[in-house]
């Protein structure tokens, strides 16, 4: 039967090539140790079930593209037709390439010619996706492409993202039941609302526990991804890009590439994401230097830029430590508020008559790299882009589509407009010293065609990704951030080719505790924006200190926004404490393994050094409990061998443990810290603390409480 056994990274796929038909994914998990001479054929015939009543003559096949022609009955593979004839495939195998950690499947039948492909990185991630060729003379109008996976039968409980703006990335479970479970996004980017992932898992499944296979789809637009049991045959996680009806036509000869489809596995949440980072760690172009702690200006100034201002922010921005600066919203045309300006990409001679210059000297004479907000997507109504190029708003002639925000959507895919936005960004990369970019995405695509109503959402996104490339391809050196309505942008393609996401629009501490946390079940700390905001939240108006709001950031890639104009001397001190304390931590938070535990009353968020000799961890309080005190704080990931020797930071003014009430700190071995725990502060809810963890034979100096 042609049985192939892939493995890197802890992962094994067993493909069953035997043929005719398209092979078959018997197994996609946790790696196998097998034998060198193991007979993998012996174990394809094994699995092949009996043939039972209301069934095919044959048992049916849910091969890697499932076929009806094979008797499967869920999700197909490929969905279309030619002209409306043809609507079923039956591919012949024609072979497959394999070695090691990746095999590439060529198959065909009457009309199409498929090429699908597996690879596993070395963290393990499986990366999954499917080339359509046209080898017809009538146009092939495709429906869908969907790719998935085999699950386990244990699998019986589904967890996915759901979100808003200003609460991104909420989990939500479901019975994994007999049927199709579909989650889909027709917003035209990824969406504040896109499930992000699709896990499924043995009952009650935790970040430390449970078996779980999860995807995702790599892909900045319109998608599904779904879950399927069915009675005849293996549980399944799918997906693939929502098209548009007639929106992807391949004429004779034409191709269609699927976007990729990422699919992990664990014991726990923990190690799901693990894969998905370590992917993400070793993406090529990847900015591999330390984070620069980067101050954005939007809570601080909002529209209300000028010289004087913004050259104090800056002023105070280099002596806190803050090393990039970003001008956020209004340098631009008539930007004064969000109802004019966009797509007029010049220097407002009102606001900046001397241009940039004079604000980027006073940012770079403090040592800050300097940034700059742009939205190249949009176009506001009132700008002298949008009367010139009427045209070159996308939706149909004669239907004006909906405003949101005060402005519609630029015709990426129009040549055109294409060429003026890059000449237009080009241009300012060129003029001024600009080494990063804020890249934002404000609205939704409503009506995501062109002037004669075609489908649109594809080519708008494949246009995006061509600019960025372009541009980042022109200007060696740029990073850019994904800021979509704070963090409607967050996938692996958009991620594979920018520098971080903005992770929400909302920096309370106490909603970014959830929202990080789910976040980074895809994305690594140091690319996830974490900003120290002002006492009183923009979004929520509620008040916290500055520790919570400090811890709460300080394990990704951090951040102000914040007005530190209104900041008193004290709080300048204790912020450049923070810091620094960020600072050196920078190394771990860019390589560390990231441990989450979830109480009802406490989270823990742990980064733990690859060889367990360091670790951060920041501790929540988000509720009272019963318990008075609390039960002591156990530490997940320490070398049960090692010595430790720990250091708390923020917990003045609380209840505090003798061991930190005095000033010193038991040296404790792995094995108690992580089993039993040691006792912690008592905390009042939305409160939140820091705790440095380290090797004792090489922390340096009596460890202690520290003053921040």
Partial sequence: MGVIHLHRGGTSVLLETGGPGLPRILHIGEELVLAPDADLDALAAALIPPVVSDSTDEPPRRSVMPEASAGWLGTPGISGDFDGLHALTHMVLDGVDAGGAAATVRAHDDRLNLTWQILLSAGGLAQIRAVLTNTSRTPFRLAATDLSIPAGDEATELLSLEGRHLRERHPQRSSFIVGHTEFATRRGRTGLQAPTLLMAGEPGFDFDRGRIWAIHLGWSGNQRIWAERGHDGPAALGGGELIMPGEIRLGPGDSYTSPWLFASHGTGVDQVAARFHDWLRATPGRATRPRPVTLNTWEAVYFDQNLADLSELARLAGSVGVERFVLDDGWFGARRDDSAGLGDWTVSPEMWPEGLDPLIDAVRSQGMEFGLWVEPEMVSADSELARLHPDWILGESGHTPMPARHQQVLDLANPDAWAYIHAALDALLTRYSIGYLKWDNNRDIHEPVDPRGAGRAHAQVDAFYRLVDRLRADHPGLEIESCSSGGGRVDLEVLSRTDRIWVSDCIDPMERQTIQTWT????????????????????????????????????????????????????????????????????????????????????????????????????????????????????????????YRLTAHGVEGHLLPPWLADGTSPELPGSLLTGVGVAAPELPPENSWLLVVEDASQASGQNRKETT
């Avoid at 441990?595 to 509720?623: E, F, N």
């Fill in 520 to 643: 980074s079940a895809l994305v690594p700390p140091e690319l996830m924006g974490c900003h120290i905001g002002a006492p009183v939240s923009h979004t929520t108006g509620r008040t916290h200190s500055l520790a919570t709001r400090a811890t709460t950031a300080l394990l990704g890639h951090l951040g102000v926004e914040w007005d530190l104009r209104d900041a008193s001397e004290a709080d300048l001190a204790a912020l450049s404490g923070w810091i620094a304390i960020h600072k050196r931590l920078r190394g771990l938070i860019s390589t560390g393994r990231l441990l989450h535990r979830a109480g009802p009353t406490r989270t823990v968020t742990a980064l733990v050094s690859r060889d367990a000799a360091t670790a951060a961890v920041v501790v929540a309080q988000t509720a009272t409990g019963n318990r008075y005190p609390a039960e002591p704080l156990r530490i997940p990931g320490l070398d049960a061998a090692r010595t």
